[in-house]
């Protein structure tokens, strides 16, 4: 695992704008750490501050802060990043500190932050702090609240926290373009007493949508509901890291949706209790059983559950959010008989590749040619074979024998004797089944081509 920082020294080389901040508050601005690596980082624990269980940002990591004056200064750079989503495609997004999604801001009930915010974009920015009880001039609302941040300029909030849970933070300043570009982080706030809420493992990740034709690499920032990649941190699978605990631990997962649909956030293997929304923790008398919990448009669902061992899929329900980009002009092929045809493509077009007449699982096996900088739409490999899955999917990992603080990837489930599902190769009795019509004359058996319609 890489940790690289770069240490942005000089104010002076950020191009500062001396309206914004004081001479002597940009000379004594905190060091902007910026990180390029889209593994895991997980968080120290604090050295300074109040102590904190520190949350694994999925594919992410947490912002440095120094303590001046008994407030915590963070430094958050808007500014072009590029992101890796998964080996094989790198995106050109918007980010903050050298990542999207940005760093994880981590504070503790009562704290007093101090956050600057340096613009390096090309256009305005702001900065709102999604969720938390603030000043209504701290809430980062361009036009209505503050000027925007131009180019080139460093603003400054600051603010107390007064209640934990979990938070985001976006800009509100030409907000479609902006979070469509990958604009985004968490804001987690933990209670001041560490006792409470307190789990062995706390993961957190943002849900966010690019529309990247394939073969390119900057997303298209006016697309409403047609995104073809749907990332977690800005990772689609299998760049997603598993999420690894230990049987009996109990473990709580913190999903912010920063998308334009929502998000069916499903967890093999376990039941599990909403315990926290961006409004605060959820009273235990008001928690009812899931297995799938909707994340809507701008909302935050903390969930908990205790761990059982297993391999156990971690995905959004909703299928086409489990694939990569490529899937949406694929016409239906089911049935349809290709002989003949095949052959005479093919005397034109030397490559052509005929699937999906049996359905299109072959699709995440097959090495097809792909362009430049572009995943495949099913894909990822499990002990087994194929997993077919792409974007927002990801595994939890539980293990008895995992060590005490040692949650690095266990690789794989070693099943039970028994306990796996195995072919059948013994005398079969005819399955019971509902009587169907035979197909007829009026069946058709071909699909009417037509152009791509949308959804
Ligand atoms: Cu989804």
Request: charged share 20%; aromatic share 8%.
């Amino acid at each position: 695992m890489t940790n690289r920082r770069n240490f942005l020294r000089s104010a002076g080389a950020m191009g500062l704008g001396a309206a914004a901040v004081s001479r002597v508050a940009a000379a004594s601005l905190p060091e902007a750490v910026t990180q390029s690596s889209a593994a895991t980082q997980p968080a120290p624990a604090p050295s300074t501050g109040r102590p904190y269980n520190p949350v694994v940002t999925l594919n992410g990591w947490s912002l440095p802060w120094r303590m001046k004056d008994n407030v915590k200064e963070f430094h958050l750079v808007a500014e072009p990043v590029v992101r890796e989503l998964a080996p094989g495609m790198k995106a050109r997004l918007w980010g903050y500190n050298g990542t999207s999604a940005g760093p994880t801001i981590e504070a503790v009930e009562g704290d007093r932050v101090r956050i600057f915010v340096t613009n390096r974009l090309p256009e305005p920015t702001s900065v709102h702090w999604h969720g938390l009880l603030i000043p209504s001039g701290m809430d980062g609302v361009t036009g209505l609240t503050q000027p925007a941040i131009a180019p080139g300029k460093t603003f400054v909030y600051e603010f107390t926290l007064t209640k934990s849970g979990t938070f985001m933070y976006h800009p509100h300043a030409d907000e479609t373009l902006q979070m469509a570009m990958g604009m985004m982080g968490l804001f987690i706030v933990h209670p001041k007493d560490t006792r409470q809420h307190k789990v062995d493992r706390d993961f957190a990740l943002l849900l966010a949508a690019y529309d990247i034709e394939p073969g390119s690499a900057t997303p298209k920032v006016n697309t409403m509901l047609d995104f073809n990649l749907w990332t977690w941190n800005s990772r689609v699978f299998p760049g997603i890291d598993p999420l690894v605990a230990r049987t009996g631990d109990r473990v709580r997962i913190r999903v912010g949706n920063l998308t334009m649909t929502n998000h069916p956030i499903h967890l093999h293997g376990h039941t599990f209790e909403v315990t926290g929304t961006d409004g605060g923790w959820v009273p235990k008398s008001a928690r009812w059983p899931e297995v799938t919990t909707d994340v809507a448009v701008g909302q935050m669902r903390a969930f908990e559950f205790d761990a059982v061992a297993g391999d156990w899929a971690f995905h959004c329900h909703k299928s086409h959010h489990t694939m990569n980009a490529m899937g949406h002009d694929v016409p239906t092929m089911i049935g349809v008989d290709a002989r003949g045809v095949v052959e005479k493509i093919t005397q034109l077009v030397p490559d052509y590749m005929h699937m999906g007449d049996k359905g299109m699982h072959d699709m995440g096996e097959m090495e097809m040619p792909l362009p430049d900088n572009t995943l495949p739409m099913m894909t990822g490999s499990g002990p087994f074979g194929g997993i077919g899955m792409g974007g927002m999917f990801s595994v939890l990992k539980v293990r008895d024998d995992v060590k005490p603080g040692d949650y690095r990837d266990p690789g794989w489930f070693k099943h039970p004797a028994g306990s796996m599902a195995r072919e059948y190769t013994g005398e079969l009795e005819p399955a019971m089944r509902a009587p169907s019509p035979a197909a007829d004359a009026n069946t058709l058996k071909a699909r009417k081509p037509t152009g791509h319609q949308g959804h």
